[in-house]
């Protein structure tokens, strides 16, 4: 391409990320269970669309299946499936995808948009890659992350990189309820770990052979959160989570989270936020201790207040502010890199011609 | 009584001894944290009674009711009078020798007040099992209505007819009943012993009165106190005739009237 032609397509790419008409499209992998990535891929997505900017969702499914536990609304976006999409990605687009689906870097890595790997499992992440192989080779320099943790031990793996942190924030339809039912929630994403653990609870504390287990998977949202509001407490097994918001959504819905600590530290995790073990066989005990508390209507008031207190900092609100922030810096670092860019083309070509 | 009070407990005396007085004081202890929230009704004779105002053991707020010699024996009838003389909108029927949780009062409050259509709630017990004078064992009881299990389709924690034709372990002692549904349902039937209670609730739920279960430990029952009445009662039925006694509840639940069954 010759100097002129590259000047005037950096100068429309410069114009329309200028003029916020970059688009975000978003990959959306093909999850069979409930995934809390894809759910916070589709916030991120519905946050910018509420906000004015251009979103696209491109799913990694044939035939246009789109998750059914995703918020109703956040589905009314534009959802094309990746296979039969013709959608057009221009040089100032963005492309966000998630770190299992290197399959797809592979085959977008070489489009002039600006590739932006969304971050949420650090485990995934390791899996998906094969030796020896970065996100960099895939032309990814950039990385969304939701944690200031998850970050750091990023950086100590895949090395430095431009990282973009957002703050995840709990929707309003968590909820308290007053009074709760003697029954626990369960969440895991193993079903051999909850097992394990309601029979060991039964045949260490016998006598709490009537409270009932009940296990949360596979529910949109909504439902979600509405059968966990009604339970006292829950039970969180998920040790490769990066950041989980399971507990986060047990907080705000007045529900004592039980859980095992994962590998990433989360900053939730602390005295009174809730009955936590760094041992799966743990967990019976921790489950009797707090059936034990709600039956007895012993008072936990700093429990219940260190979890409000906890909950407050994850508010829709803020983490939408964080999320518009985030995409703004995106595209005004890449406005930043194109004119700078520019900027040497046009000395390069200045020089060239004096030369001559 | 206080304008502002919400339940009475009614505490039947039958028998006044040594063994008494000591079971009398622990559940006295347990009740007088929340002595200033609630009425106590005791209904006993007029001699038991006179013995107890002459120790000066009970709260001086504590109401007196007056039952026959011949009564005394009757769990059922004792409760039955004394609701006569509620004025609060619910009362609980206790034995002097359980014991009660020490925030009784506040956490009913907190379930009344959450739907004040339920017209019995059954909290958990923590049964305690006596041999000679020591503590054998403790389970819990009134429990297997949070099982799936037991519910099946209907709600957990929510009694239903259906449910109690096939579920009978159920104590309302210590059992937050509403006064004016007692009243008109005909209150306890007097004619048979052991699954009265039972009965009860079959004909409160048989009238569409609301009967749930509250979450909460907040009952200590002793069970098989030596020397008991319903200690002393077991001990002269044949298991075929406590079968009988059940079997004859769910007949009886019908109807509202005491009648005969033997």
């Known amino acids: ?356 | 009584m206080k304008e502002n009070n919400l339940l009475t407990f009614l505490l039947p005396i039958n028998e006044f001894n040594y063994n008494v007085l000591n079971h009398l004081k622990i559940f006295l202890e347990s009740y007088s944290p929340q002595s200033d929230k609630s009425e106590l009704l005791v209904v006993s004779t007029s001699t038991i009674i006179s013995e107890l105002q002459k120790l000066g053991i009970l709260p001086e707020i504590t109401q007196y009711v007056e039952n026959n010699e011949t009564d005394v024996n009757s769990y059922q009838k004792q409760i039955n009078l004394a609701v006569s003389k509620v004025k609060t909108r619910y009362f609980v029927p206790v034995e002097f020798d359980d014991e009660l949780h020490l925030r009784y009062v506040e956490i009913g409050k907190r379930y009344i007040e959450s739907n004040e259509e339920v017209s019995v709630w059954v909290p958990i017990h923590i049964n305690v099992f006596n041999n000679n004078g020591t503590i054998e064992r403790s389970q819990l009881f009134n429990d297997p209505i949070w099982n799936r299990t037991l519910t099946q389709e209907n709600e957990i924690g929510k009694f239903s007819n259906e449910i109690l034709q096939s579920f009978s372990a159920v104590n309302l002692s210590g059992c937050i009943i509403k006064t004016d549904d007692f009243i008109e349902l005909g209150g306890f039937k007097t004619k048979f012993e052991l699954t009265f209670m039972y009965e009860y609730l079959l004909r409160a739920t048989h009238n569409n009165k609301i009967v749930e279960a509250l979450p909460k430990t907040m009952y200590v029952h002793f069970v098989k106190r030596q020397g008991s009445y319903h200690e002393n009662l077991l001990a002269t039925l044949t298991q075929e005739e406590i079968g009988n006694l059940y079997a004859f509840a769910k007949k009886e639940f019908y109807f509202t009237e005491d009648r005969d069954y033997k």
């Open chain 1, 1 to 356: 391409m010759s100097n002129i032609r590259l000047v005037e397509n950096v100068k429309k790419t410069i114009s329309e990320l200028k003029e916020n008409n970059q688009k975000f499209i978003f990959i959306v992998p093909n999850a069979t269970l409930v995934s809390a990535e894809v759910q916070e891929i589709y916030r991120n997505a519905y946050t910018l669309h509420k906000n004015g900017f251009k979103v696209h969702m491109l799913l990694e499914t044939k035939d246009d299946e789109k998750p059914f536990y995703v918020d109703s609304e956040m589905l009314e976006l534009p959802h094309t499936s990746m296979d039969k999409s013709n959608l057009m990605i221009d040089p100032q687009d963005f492309l966000i995808i998630p770190e299992v689906l290197t399959n797809v870097m592979e085959r977008v890595k070489s489009l002039p948009c600006t590739k932006v790997l969304f971050l949420a499992s650090i485990d995934y992440a390791l899996h998906s890659l094969i030796p020896g192989v970065n996100f960099r080779d895939f032309d990814i320099n950039s990385v969304i992350v939701n944690n200031k943790n998850v970050e750091t031990t990023a950086r100590s793996i895949f090395g430095e990189y431009n990282f973009y942190e957002y703050r995840v924030g709990i929707p309003e339809y968590f909820s308290t309820k007053n009074l709760k039912r003697p029954v626990i929630s369960f969440v895991s994403r193993n079903s051999n770990d909850i097992t394990k653990v309601v029979k060991s609870f039964y045949l260490k504390y016998p006598h709490f052979r009537s409270f009932m287990f009940e296990d949360l998977s596979n529910l949109s949202r909504k439902q979600f959160a509405e059968k966990l509001k009604k339970n006292f407490a829950a039970v969180w097994i998920d040790r490769i989570s990066s950041f989980g918001t399971f507990p986060l959504e047990c907080m705000k819905s007045g529900v004592i989270p039980i859980g095992v600590v994962p590998e990433i530290y989360q900053d939730y995790i602390r005295d009174n936020s809730g009955f936590w073990c760094n041992n799966t066989f743990d967990l019976p005990d921790q489950i009797a201790k707090a059936l034990s508390l709600y039956l007895e209507d012993v008072p936990m008031t700093e429990l219940y207040d260190t979890m409000n207190e906890i909950q407050s900092e994850y508010t829709e609100e803020a983490s939408e502010k964080s999320i518009i922030d985030l995409y703004k810096n995106l595209v005004s670092n890449k406005l930043v890199l194109i004119e700078n860019y520019l900027n040497n083309i046009e000395k390069e070509t200045n020089e060239q011609n004096e030369g001559k």
